[in-house]
């Protein structure tokens, strides 16, 4: 069973910064995608952003300039950088890895961003 835990998150003022740590107890090598989303109270769970092992990483339009995403093979690790946070980017991030035809989701780690 492919576990993914997700790491990082916590409490940052509008315009701070966090990082997320996502780590597979797999190798992420092979072709996948990795993802990560978002799911604020009383909403639907949102693609924030994606990116295959090969091809062209995609972002939600709210984090595009703000948000990086990016992997390490080596670590079997996905992180995302979030820059210029705001309050609206309050939720509960979610780590995805796509592979073989199968989903594999992480427990989630809450970030919230308030003054």
């Known amino acids: 069973q492919v576990q993914l835990v997700e790491s990082g998150g916590g409490l940052a003022q509008p315009g701070g910064s966090l990082r997320l740590s996502c780590a597979v107890s797999?190798?992420?090598?092979?072709?996948?995608?990795m993802g990560w989303y978002r799911q604020a109270p009383g909403k639907q769970r949102e693609l924030v952003a994606s990116?295959?092992?090969?091809?062209?990483?995609n972002y939600a339009e709210s984090v595009k300039g703000r948000f990086t995403i990016s992997r390490d093979n080596a670590k079997n690790t996905v992180y995302l950088q979030m820059n210029s946070l705001k309050t609206e980017d309050t939720a509960v991030y979610f780590c995805?890895?796509?592979?073989?035809?199968?989903?594999?989701w992480g427990q989630g780690t809450q970030v919230t961003v308030s003054s």
């Open positions: 990116m295959p092992s090969i091809g062209q990483t």
């Open positions: 797999e190798s992420i090598f092979s072709l996948n995608v």
């Open positions: 995805r890895l796509t592979v073989r035809g199968y989903d594999y």
